[in-house]
């Protein structure tokens, strides 16, 4: 058995394991001048194979190609990974060594406008992608970022000016500046954004290999020999870039010092002809400057006189002392004037000047002028409002006028029409329903001659004509209803006064097996007829009734709530058989219905007891899914509130 285990050991010492390192991510891992990697994520995993006895090759990747390639079984690991959420689905974490948070690196002459990572609102950000700060830009709204591959091409895009702030390692962005002796350019701000653990990442399941590495590492840590490593990282690169700080400052001041007699000696031949080249340089912008401008004030005033005189809408401006300074064509149209000299001359005009809008303190309210101009009615609606500068100081007026005359005329005609429509349908209407009854009343009395002695004659014809004569009385009486409902007696009801009227319903509802909820808030008080309401409610109820007597489970509910501070609700909800589209367009049409005994006065009548009563209904509903009908009622108020409710039957 020892000797089974030593082979082992020997076996797993003796395999090679490739590690993924970063190619630019300096001084944690970057490939280095002999073209092999190094830094501080390396020489940690140098350490773990003398404490492990592994064998390690170690391979230069982009973070991302880094990750395939672990996932496809290409690579064994990879040194100096940020721990995520995400990504321990897909990786094993060895114990972190190290943890650090990103910061920003902006240009010194936006270092003011920044100071933290609110201000980075509507800023242009880059930063490497799997950044652990990427979460929280994702969750900053109006931002605009861009992911790349690496560091060192983040800070690329911000030396070109392609982005406003970089977001990624500190250590990392000072050694690139350092490097391009660029660091007097860029500030690095130290925010604290979502720190992150670095560890060693190996393939999902791989535990042995995992549990090695947090073994030497966990000791590493015991012995300080991670603290010291990362120190010595960071000391050396500090000090081989003061060297190379130093060096390239000497070598400016001479370059400086021998280039300074050259430029002086070239300043002073050239400056006379840069002053003149200068100034003629600067009259020629002015020049063109001006030239585009005078095109663009003009341009802008053709567009807006084109705007003006195109539009439908009259505009007529006053300075403060009601002088008129404009007027467009449309406004002269109106006014039936041909220019804007003698508008005192214009009837319409006059009549709008002298009306007290233009003394009133309301001056953006919408008037109506309803004149005769000539023999001919003329419709305007006026509204005069202030004109203010670009100081926020007044500087005028603005009326502006719209000829309604047409529209009123196409509106009255569209009246008559349905009017005269709406007619058509009611006596056709009136002669269909009266038609039925009147056919079987002439039957009977052309057969009396023959078979009035029948006695089997007789008793139909005593048990059908009343009927018939009802019927006639019936549709009669619902259409004087119709025509001329009685004005309502408004007073306070309460919800719970309404819903007694209708307890004999319960009969009813139970002789048909209706499940009937009530939901009722009892404090609201109507003010309404209650008789007019108990007959739309019932009309309604009964409709209800009717629409779930051929389902399996009949259910209807009747909903009593407040609305607003103005208005209760009713809601009559059942499970029925629902109308489709054209039924509910034709709904409170008179002598429309669907019952086969039904007049079609029903919800006609309905309709206008609830308009009388203040109120209004609206109705949903769907085939074989069920219909609502929801009506708004006024409640009552107190009794100051109450003088101000206005009821078109009241």
Known sequence: M???????????????YKIAGQKAFPPFSYVNQEDSLTGINIELMERVADETGLT????????????????????????????????????DFSTPYFTMSDSLVIPKDRADEVSGIEDLRDAHIVLQNETPGLNTLINLRNTNFTLVTNQYNGLFMLWNQR???????????????????????????????????????VREGNEPFRTTIDKAITDLKATGEINQLIEKWMKSDNEEVARLQHFITLLIIFLAA??????????????????????TRDLMLLNNDLRQQRQRTAD??????????????????????????????????????????????????????????????????????????NGKRKIIYYCLNKMYNSLENQAGYLLTIHDETEK???????????????????????????????TSIKTFVDLIPRKFNQPSFQEMLMKHLPSEVNR?????????????????????????????????????????????????????????????IRQVLLNLLFNSIHAVENREKKHIIMLMERQDSRYGKIEIIDNGKGM????????????????????????????????????????????????????????YQEEGLLNETEYPGH
């Open 2 to 16: 020892l000797f089974c285990l030593a082979t082992e050991k020997a076996t797993a010492e003796d395999q090679l």
């Open 56 to 91: 390690f090759e170690f391979v230069p990747m982009e973070l991302k190609e880094a990750e395939e390639a672990l996932q496809r079984g290409d690579i064994d690991a990879i040194a100096g990974m940020t721990y995520s959420l995400e990504k321990d689905r897909d990786f």
């Open 163 to 201: 982005a406003d702030v970089l977001i990624g390692n500190k250590w990392t962005s000072t050694f690139f500046l350092n490097k391009y002796n660029i660091e007097d350019e860029y500030v690095v701000l130290d925010i604290v954004l979502d720190p992150a653990d670095y560890a060693i990442a």
């Open 258 to 279: 021998c280039a300074f007699v050259l430029i002086m000696i070239y300043i002073w031949n050239k400056r006379l002809k840069v002053a003149v080249d200068d100034q």
């Open 300 to 373: 802008s005033n053709a567009f807006k006189d084109q705007i003006l005189n195109n539009i439908d809408t009259g505009i007529v401006t006053f300075d403060l002392n009601f002088m008129i300074t404009s007027c467009n064509k449309r406004a002269l149209d109106i006014l039936e004037l041909s220019s804007t000299f003698n508008l005192q001359h214009s009837s319409v005009f006059m009549e709008i000047f002298h009306d007290d809008l233009f003394q009133s303190e309301r001056k953006n309210v919408p008037r109506l002028l309803d004149m005769n101009n």
């Open 408 to 438: 009123r005329e196409l509106e009255q005609k569209l009246i008559t029409q349905e009017k005269l429509h709406a007619l058509g349908q009611l006596v056709a209407g009136v002669a269909h329903e009266i038609r039925n009854p009147l």
């Open 472 to 532: 006639l009385n019936r549709i009669v009486t619902d259409l004087i209803d119709y025509a001329r409902p009685g004005p309502p007696n408004v007073q306070p009801c309460t919800a719970k006064e309404l819903i007694t009227m209708l307890a004999f319903l319960q009969v009813t509802m139970k002789d048909h097996a209706i499940d009937f909820e009530k939901q009722l808030d009892e404090t609201m008080i109507f003010y309404i007829d209650p008789q007019q």
């Open 580 to 635: 489709n589209q054209d039924e509910m367009n034709h709904l409170f049409e008179p002598f429309f219905t669907t019952k086969e005994k039904g007049v079609g006065l029903g919800l006609t009548l309905s309709y206008n007891l609830i308009q009388e009563n203040g109120g209004d209904i609206a109705v949903s509903s769907i085939p074989e899914k069920g219909t609502t009908f929801t009506i708004l009622l006024p409640v």
